[in-house]
């Protein structure tokens, strides 16, 4: 499959995230979101040689606290967001890639607690566009 080939998704899919260390995660494709997030836990801002970075810890499954990974990496900027309670919070912007329905691509991704929401990572619109599009009646595509 080319990487110019639009692929469908449904809209719950597992993905990985390689430059994170996290192999299998469960994604919820949701096009009202403009930019993806990340559940994490432990997140600390701190400056290191002169550039903005966040250490954090991600659980990459809900119901396995005993699961997780530390991360360092930069940040690239600080976003405005509307979080899913209607409220606009800021929060860290990294990038790195993902791995989903055969295509891997880097990603910008928002860091944040998402600790009672069912899944630890949402996929936005700028993600998807021009790699997939969204099938709502499917799940998990193989």
């Given at each position: 499959m080319s990487d110019n080939q639009v692929t469908v998704v449904g809209w719950k899919e597992w993905a990985a995230l390689p430059d994170l260390g996290v192999k299998r995660i469960k994604v919820k494709i949701d096009t009202g979101a403009r930019t993806s997030a990340l559940h994490v836990d432990d997140?600390?801002?701190?400056?290191?040689?002169?550039?903005?970075?966040?250490?954090?810890?991600?659980?990459?499954?809900?119901?396995?606290?005993?699961?997780?990974?530390?991360?360092?990496?930069?940040?690239?900027?600080?976003?405005?967001?509307?979080?899913?309670?209607?409220?606009?919070?800021?929060?860290?912007?990294?990038?790195?890639r993902i791995r989903l329905a055969g295509k891997e691509f880097p990603i910008e991704v928002t860091l944040t607690n998402r600790e009672d929401m069912i899944f630890r990572m949402l996929l936005g619109r700028q993600a998807l566009i021009g790699r997939f599009v969204v099938d709502p009646g499917r799940s998990e595509s193989k």
């Open positions: 997140m600390k801002i701190f400056f290191k040689d002169g550039h903005r970075k966040v250490s954090f810890r991600i659980r990459p499954y809900r119901r396995r606290t005993d699961l997780s990974v530390l991360h360092e990496c930069n940040v690239i900027e600080e976003r405005s967001v509307k979080n899913s309670g209607g409220k606009v919070e800021k929060r860290p912007v990294i990038q790195t």
